[in-house]
């Protein structure tokens, strides 16, 4: 299978078409190796517009999705980023090719160490894997310029959003099925948060993230 192949028809089939039009993450697109993060017996499908599945039950976000989250963050060259849900590290990968630094959350040991096995395999030194609930990362561990959920939650906690500088920014997907939307959240002041809601999608759970008590009748 030619996967250079594969990875610009999945530019041009799947990414642009669903209104990805930033130059860089086009461009982030066909420098970074998909099928470099993807398990092995899974690389034929590594371009193609679905989740993957990973060990430990986990999932890969579809590419689209992918691409749209890293457009809504738009991480700076000077940042640091904070992700929730390493999964195999791909999304980790494109942001370390924007932002100065990137710390990235895993939940499932097996996942941490195959994040760092294939960031460290793509030669990328500005990434810290670490294992971790994301659901229970607090400000006391620090701030971020961004912050980004690889993965879907049916709302952002306080905790995590205390945890943007002032200017920062957070990318989701919230919500429930069987329609969720993209949500992106800058922090405008110390106590203030600008809400701004994009696409429509559906993304798997992240672990352990709150969920609001359903109406029973």
């Known amino acids: 299978m030619n996967m250079d192949q594969a990875r610009l028809n999945m530019i041009e089939q799947q990414i642009r078409p669903w209104n990805v039009g930033d130059a860089s993450v086009l461009k982030l697109l066909s420098e970074v190796k998909r ?11 590594a371009y193609a517009g679905l989740g993957i599945a990973l060990p430990g039950g986990q999932q890969m976000l579809e590419p689209i ?7 809504d963050l738009a991480a700076k060259p000077h940042e640091t980023v904070l992700e929730i849900g390493t999964g195999s590290g791909f999304m980790a990968a494109l942001l370390a090719r924007c932002a100065q630094r990137v710390v990235t959350l895993e939940i499932v040991p097996e996942l941490v160490t195959l994040a760092r096995d294939n960031l460290r395999a793509a030669g990328i030194q500005n990434v810290e894997v670490r294992q971790g609930d994301g659901a229970k990362a607090a ?3 620090g701030t971020y310029d961004a912050i ?15 945890m943007l500088k002032v200017g920062g920014r957070l990318s989701a997907i ?7 939307r ?5 922090r405008t002041s110390g106590t203030a948060f600008q809400t701004v809601q994009g696409w429509d999608t559906v993304a798997p759970r992240l672990r352990n993230f709150a969920e609001p008590e359903r109406f029973k009748f």
């Open 35 to 45: 099928e470099d993060f993807v398990p092995l017996a899974q690389k034929s499908l």
């Open 148 to 162: 980004v959920l690889s993965g879907s939650v049916a709302e952002i906690p306080m905790s995590l959003l205390c």
């Open 139 to 141: 400000p006391t561990e």
């Open 174 to 180: 919230v919500g429930d099925e069987p329609v969720m």
């Open 182 to 186: 993209a949500t992106t959240v800058t």
């Open 65 to 71: 999705q992918e691409a749209r989250l890293l457009q």
